[in-house]
């Protein structure tokens, strides 16, 4: 049950944000500009690469690392192919899990390892391994970790983690705002001077203000009667979220979306691109899962029971391909089944920028949804 009198109550809010979510949704802006200053400092900027590698293998743990090959890989499109290495182990404990680079690897292509802890032993392997290869081995991960010191044995690039002091005593959620920028943030810059996707300094600075901005429309201080965050939270209060993107850039923010409010909320949800998802959904939709839908007698007495869950769409949207647009059939599709629907679209501006908003907006509101549903 979600306590909608908790979303306008900023200092109940802030009690109950015992992980610092808030916290790191509201400074990610902050986040990006130290991450790009990281990235500088350690000399992206200065790298003259002989051309594009011929793949980009992206390791790391968790949601964060997932988002990160997801958006890396939509932003290069077709240049070089971006591949994520999925762990292998008996458990997601840093020290159980192991990866491998695939058998084609070699001195042509690009490892990327992203990581908030930075002592999982199979990185530091991979990092091993991918030298003996002749990869290059770039990482972003908080410094003095034996991946530091094992990216620097294997003659890699290392960027240290962009932290906040009141992250240094806990584990990170993968899914916690701040997180996903600080890994995210000095691998565009490093994938820029390759060739690979756009991502100059001004980008970057472009970025973190949209983030200031949503984080001024998003806070805790403002009410959700003009908060998207919090209205879109007590939207989705006893319901499924069906993800519906449209748009390059939208697909990963709705993938990240679903992630973040399983790993924060426990709130499940599935997501589909259109037009697709008109098809793949149209059964969701017509089930008992329909807000018109009742399983049973209308006269039982519904009391004591908890309020049965349906769905509820959520459109997240972009620039369509080529000004084609499955929007209006898919608020057609929800509406015929009496399902309501919830749209975000970015305001006009750069594909990172669109990108970084619609992130910011579903990350705060993954967050109101977890701080409220647990009071």
Known sequence: MLDESLLDAPEALSQADRRGLLRGAAEAGARVRTAARHAAESGVHDLKPDGRPRAVLIAGPGAAAICVADLLGTLAGAGSPVTRLAPSGVAPA???????????????????????????????????????????????????????????????????????PYEQDESLAASAPGVLWALLTPLLALLDRTGLLAA???????????????????????????????????????????????????????????????????????????????????????????????????FRDRVEEPPAMHARVVLLRDSPIGGLTAAPAARDLALSHDTPISELEPEPGGELETLAELIAITDFAAVYLALASRA
Do not use: M
Not at 235 to 257: K, N, Q, V
Not at 260 to 287: D, Q
């Open 94 to 164: 840093a020290g159980a899990l192991r990866w491998e680079l695939p058998g084609w690897a070699g001195s042509v292509d690009l490892l990327l390892i992203a990581t908030p802890d930075g002592t999982e032993p199979g990185l530091s392997l991979l990092a091993d391994q991918a030298y003996r290869r002749g990869c290059t081995v770039a990482a972003v991960a908080p410094p003095r970790t034996p991946l530091a010191e094992a990216v620097d044995g294997a003659h890699g690039l290392f960027v240290p983690l962009a932290t906040a």
């Open 200 to 298: 100059p300094p001004d980008a970057i600075d472009k970025v973190a203000d949209r983030l200031d901005h949503i984080a001024e429309r998003c806070g805790p201080a403002i009410a959700t009667y003009s908060n998207p965050a919090k209205t879109l939270a007590a939207e989705l209060a006893d319901a499924l979220p069906l993800i519906w993107t449209e748009g390059t850039s939208a697909g990963p923010a709705g993938r990240r979306f679903a992630a973040a409010l399983a790993e924060l909320s426990g709130t499940p949800a599935v997501v589909a691109e259109l037009p697709e998802a008109l098809a793949a959904h149209s059964a969701l939709l017509a089930g008992p899962l329909a807000a018109s839908a009742d399983p049973e007698d209308f």
